[in-house]
């Protein structure tokens, strides 16, 4: 089991440059989490997927930021245009099932620095 | 909605010495409570988790939690430390057992061991 896996590990970029951030869920899994953990914030969940359908992205900070899950083994975080204050670590993690129960397995994160 | 407050921000132990993190959370219904460990540049770690019956749950590494209901409380505990065991830990609570779940973190203790 390769675990969570998410690309880049790090990412520069000037202001105003898409970003875009993939992740791989654990094969199997059917719910889907994007979390973003700043010093000042902590750990924000921006959205979840269950059985690759949206169901809450209400922590989605601005329309600058999209994700999406077209398949079950592939989701993205995506920032247009991308802004200094966007800098932070982005997390992905994956969960057997849509319940909190199982915990979450999350991935080793992307370092994202806009400057 | 459901919160939690984790009040050390840093925590220094000597190695060898006993720990404990506090956990408090806030939630109207029996709570699913988890702790997690994010060593640097990793990403979390699930330790333990509780969801009903005995109180004391076991985990990795040696740690263990133990839920007191009057307290809203979910405090770790390692009986001795390692040094390895310098990192950041969260504790993190979920809703019950119906539709689409998501975990709210706390802020986060840092781990610092001491030789």
């Known amino acids: 089991d390769a675990g969570v896996i998410q690309s880049p590990r790090h990412e520069v970029t000037e202001m105003g440059q898409e970003v875009t951030l993939r992740c791989k869920p654990i094969?199997?899994?059917?719910?889907l989490f994007w979390y973003r953990q700043t010093m000042m914030r902590g750990l924000e969940l921006l959205i979840y997927?269950?059985?690759?359908?949206?169901?809450?992205d209400s922590g989605m900070p601005e329309d600058r930021f999209s994700a999406k899950m077209p398949n079950a083994s592939f989701s993205t975080l995506k920032i247009q245009p991308s802004e200094p204050r966007d800098s932070a670590v982005y997390f992905c993690?994956?969960?057997?099932?849509?319940?909190?129960?199982?915990?979450?397995?999350f991935g080793s994160g992307t370092r994202l620095t806009v400057v | 909605a459901q919160s939690v407050t984790q009040p050390d921000i840093h925590i220094t132990v000597s190695e060898g010495a006993s720990l404990e993190l506090r956990c408090n959370y806030s939630y109207g219904a029996t709570p699913y409570l988890f702790w997690y460990v994010q060593s640097p540049g990793q990403g979390l770690q699930l330790l333990l988790k509780y969801f009903s019956g005995d109180t004391l749950v076991q985990g990795i590494k040696g740690f263990e939690a133990e839920f007191k209901r009057s307290q809203s409380s979910f405090n770790l505990r390692k009986p001795s430390v390692h040094w390895s065991d310098a990192a950041e830990y969260f504790c993190a609570v979920g809703e019950g057992n119906t539709g689409f779940q998501k975990l709210v973190f706390g802020t986060g203790t840092r781990l610092l061991v001491s030789p």
């Open positions: 997927f269950n059985n690759n359908v949206p169901i809450d």
């Open positions: 094969s199997g899994h059917n719910s």
């Open positions: 993690a994956s969960s057997l099932a849509q319940g909190v129960g199982y915990g979450y397995t």
